[in-house]
């Protein structure tokens, strides 16, 4: 199990037996009350337990502190990409660093407390001398997709014929071998796209929500399972490919709707904290992929019931991002910076991932298309309010030409650029933007330029790789 990122695993406890444990003081807790006294902690203190969340301060995560600490099963409801697997993998987050677990367990039971017959004889037989181990919290959190193969086996249990053929019989509980959730036991269990399961899978989990105790093959065993059960679902999932079966929702306490980011902030600080890139990417173009994501989302020629992934946007700044290390590789360019030339290569390969409404069938990359330029047009207002262009307007009406494309490097653009005398234009330019070096004023002074063709004060041409505005 990875570490989501809530400290390294260090100051193990040193207590091997459970008379150490008891010496040492330790109490037991139920999950739940471990859950919520850990995040009342962290609220008291003032500390975040949602790390690297955005947008949902206001909104989803008050609903989910509320639903933790009334100690509810919780069902995320939202479109694709809206954070609800990053949500529920900040869950271990809330667990204490490290548990006690009977050693060998096959559940991961308290010593204080046994619930399998294994473990119960060997606490009778060994006494204050029965062994522990440490669990870390990141090994209670247990992530399943479902998908429509998902068995009951994989989930609950099934009876194990090498049990069975070494020797026991098919009466006996210990021939059991259990399945996901019994095994998250003290743990987390977060299922995702629940709706993908088939329902008579839906339908065995409910003993285990409710009277936590588990069905297999008509046995029946009463543990008294200590598991927290959060799962995510698209809305759509409910007549697209499946539903939640309604005695199972009603066994989730708290159902919460997730949202995209409300806020350009947010969506900015989403694809800067998610998207890797391979090569330096302007805020101002990270501006215009949020804004376009944000367009895209708003317009009424894309399907809105499957929404718009904030991966898109990571996607795109990982394309112009790879586009500028492409272009700084073949150009020799010592700098690889991305530049507004390179928001085309993003659209090109991402129209795949939108799904239009069926009256826009052969329209979409002219939509795509429109929306980029809205997004860059408003991006050029946001940043270059009050600035006079007219003396670069002029020289390009006196017949100077300014070339561009993504394969030519940065010097090659600035050193094209029409002379403006004294005027100190393009270095206001490359000021609001913050650009230093090369790539950066080259990139500043094209959104600069791509502005004056969207507002219609000079032209532009495209073809051959190259764009020319004059």
């Not at 203190?45 to 206001?58: C, K, S, V």
């Not at 090569?279 to 009424?300: G, Q, W, Y």
């Amino acid at each position: 199990m990875p570490n989501w990122g809530y400290g390294g695993r260090v100051n193990r406890p040193t207590a091997s037996t459970v008379g150490e444990l008891r010496a040492s003081g330790h109490t037991q807790k139920t999950l739940r009350a471990e859950i919520r006294d850990n995040l009342l902690d962290a609220l008291r203190e003032g500390r975040d337990p949602w790390p690297g969340l955005h947008g949902f301060e206001a909104t989803v995560i008050p609903q989910l502190e509320r639903a933790l600490i009334a100690g509810h099963d919780i069902v995320l409801l939202g479109e694709r990409g809206q954070g609800k697997t990053r949500l529920l993998r900040t869950l271990p987050g809330l667990l204490d660093e490290w548990t006690p677990v009977i050693a060998g367990s096959e559940l991961g039971e308290h010593p204080y407390e046994p619930i399998t017959s294994q473990s119960r004889r060997l606490a009778e037989t060994l006494g204050e001398n029965l062994p522990i181990a440490w669990r870390h919290r990141d090994e209670r959190y247990v992530e399943k997709l479902a998908t429509p193969d998902t068995s009951v086996a994989d989930l609950i249990g099934d009876v194990d014929p090498m049990k069975v053929a070494e020797g026991r019989s098919l009466g006996d509980l210990e021939t059991i071998h259990f399945g996901l959730i019994p095994r998250s036991h003290r743990g987390i269990v977060a299922i995702n796209e629940l709706p993908d399961l088939a329902e008579r899978i839906q339908v065995a989990m409910l003993n285990v929500m409710e009277e936590r105790d588990i069905q297999i093959r008509g046995y029946v065993l009463r543990l008294p399972l200590d598991v927290l059960v959060v799962a995510s679902a698209n809305p759509e999932d409910y007549t697209n490919r499946g539903r939640i079966i309604t005695p199972l929702k009603d066994r989730f306490g708290a159902e919460i709707r997730t949202h995209y980011p409300t806020e350009l902030a947010d969506e900015i600080a989403v694809i800067r904290q998610e998207a890797e890139l391979v090569a330096e990417v302007p805020d101002h173009l990270v501006e215009i992929l949020a804004r376009f994501t944000r367009a895209l989302r708003d317009s009424p020629a894309v399907d809105q019931r499957s929404g718009v992934s904030a991966r898109f946007a990571i996607a795109g700044a990982e394309t112009i991002a790879a586009a500028a290390i492409h272009r700084a590789t073949r150009q020799g360019e010592a700098e690889a910076v991305a530049r507004p030339v390179d928001l085309e290569t993003a659209v090109d390969v991402l129209g795949g991932k939108i799904e239009f409404e069926s009256g826009e069938e052969g329209r979409e990359d002219e939509i795509l298309d429109h929306l980029l330029r809205t997004a860059t047009a408003e991006a050029v207002r946001a940043h270059f309010r009050g600035v006079d262009f007219s003396l670069l307007v002029e020289a390009l009406e006196s017949g100077a030409l300014v070339t561009t494309g993504e394969q030519v490097a940065a010097r090659d653009f600035l050193a094209g650029l029409p002379s403006l005398g004294e005027s100190e234009l393009y270095d206001e330019i490359c000021a609001r933007l913050g650009a230093t070096n090369d790539g950066e004023r080259a990139g500043a002074i094209e959104l600069a330029l791509e502005g004056l063709y969207l507002a219609r004060r000079v032209s532009k041409e495209t073809g051959g790789g190259e764009t020319i505005y004059g």
